[in-house]
C-alpha cells in the first residue's frame, strides 16, 4: 500500500504541474498574438529606414553624422545581448549566450570585449566570467520606443566618445512561434551599401542632406535597436509557449503511464489479499 501511496502522490504532482505548463502556454499565446502584430506592423518601416541609412551612409564623408560611419580598427568591441528577464523558454536564451561567447572567443579573439546586458538572464550568466557595461532589463516592464531610444543614445555616446569602435547586437529575430533565428547585427559603425545598389539611388533633399542626415541618422539607429527588442520579445513569447506546450504534452504522457502503473500495482495488491483470505479459508476447513 505504500507504493500505491507514492505514485498517487506523483500523479498529483504531475497533474498540478501539467495545469501550470498549460496555463502559461495560453498566457504566453496570448502576448504573442499581440507582440507578433506589432513587429509585423513595424519591420517594413525599420527595414526601409535602414536601406535609407546605408544608402546615405556611402556618401557622408565631410558631412553631419558621418561620426556614425567612422569605420576605424577594431581594437574594443562592445556586444549588446538582448536575452529575457524569465526563463522556462526552451534554448532561447543560452542561443544568445553561445553566440555571444563565440563572438568573443573566434570573431573577435585578439579584441576587448565588453557586454550589455538587456534583460537579466543574459546578465546573469554572461555577468559571472565577463564584463558587462550596463543592464537594461528594467525596459521589458514598459516597453516603449522612448526606453529603447534612450540606450540607443548611450549606445550611440560609447561609439562616438572613442570608447568602442564596433558595437554589435545579438538578439533572437522572430519568424513564428516554434522558430528562432539568432541574429548577429553591427549596430555601429554604420555599414553602407556597396556598388551598383548605391550608385542606383538618388535623393533630393529639402532643406539640405546635411540637416537632414544629422536627424535621420540618429533616429534610424534608434529604430533599429527597438526593431531587435520587438523582435526578441516575440521570439521569448513564442519559445516559451512552445515550450510549454511540450511541457504540457510531456506531462499528459507521464500522467498516463503512472496510472497504468497505479491500476497494475493496485490490481496486484487485491489479487494478493484475495489469494490471502482463500488460503485463510482453506486452512480453516482442513
Do not use: W
Amino acid at each position: 500500500m505504500a507504493n500505491l501511496k507514492e505514485i498517487r502522490n506523483r500523479i498529483a504532482s504531475v497533474s498540478s504541474t501539467m495545469q501550470i505548463t498549460s496555463a502559461m502556454k495560453m498566457v504566453s499565446a496570448a502576448k504573442l498574438k499581440k507582440a507578433q502584430d506589432a513587429i509585423t506592423a513595424m519591420r517594413p518601416y525599420a527595414n526601409k529606414l535602414t536601406e535609407l541609412l546605408q544608402n546615405l551612409s556611402a556618401s557622408m564623408d565631410g558631412e553631419a553624422g558621418s561620426k556614425y560611419a567612422d569605420n576605424r580598427e577594431v581594437e574594443k568591441v562592445l556586444v549588446v545581448a538582448i536575452t529575457s528577464n524569465r526563463g522556462l523558454c526552451g534554448a532561447f536564451n543560452s542561443n544568445i549566450i553561445k553566440q555571444c561567447v563565440s563572438m568573443q572567443q573566434e570573431t573577435y579573439s585578439d579584441k576587448q570585449v565588453d557586454f550589455m546586458a538587456i534583460g537579466k538572464k543574459g546578465n546573469d550568466l554572461l555577468g559571472k566570467k565577463n564584463t558587462i557595461v550596463a543592464n537594461h532589463s528594467e525596459i521589458f516592464d514598459q516597453l516603449s520606443f522612448d526606453n529603447a531610444a534612450t540606450i540607443a543614445e548611450e549606445l550611440m555616446d560609447h561609439f562616438t566618445n572613442g570608447e568602442y569602435d564596433r558595437i554589435e547586437l545579438v538578439y533572437n529575430k522572430f519568424k513564428n512561434a516554434a522558430t528562432q533565428i539568432v541574429m548577429t547585427e553591427q549596430f555601429l559603425p554604420i555599414v553602407p551599401i556597396q556598388g551598383e545598389e548605391s550608385s542606383n539611388v538618388d535623393y533630393i533633399f529639402e532643406p539640405s542632406k546635411p540637416e537632414i542626415v544629422a536627424q535621420l541618422i540618429p533616429k534610424s539607429l534608434k529604430t533599429q535597436l527597438f526593431k531587435a527588442i520587438r523582435d526578441s520579445f516575440a521570439s521569448e513569447h513564442g519559445a516559451r509557449m512552445t515550450a510549454m506546450h511540450k511541457a504540457t504534452d510531456n506531462a499528459t504522457e507521464l500522467r498516463d503511464q503512472l496510472k497504468l502503473t497505479y491500476n497494475k500495482a493496485r490490481q496486484a495488491a487485491i489479487t494478493n489479499e484475495i489469494l490471502e483470505i482463500v488460503g485463510g479459508a482453506e486452512a480453516l476447513n482442513n
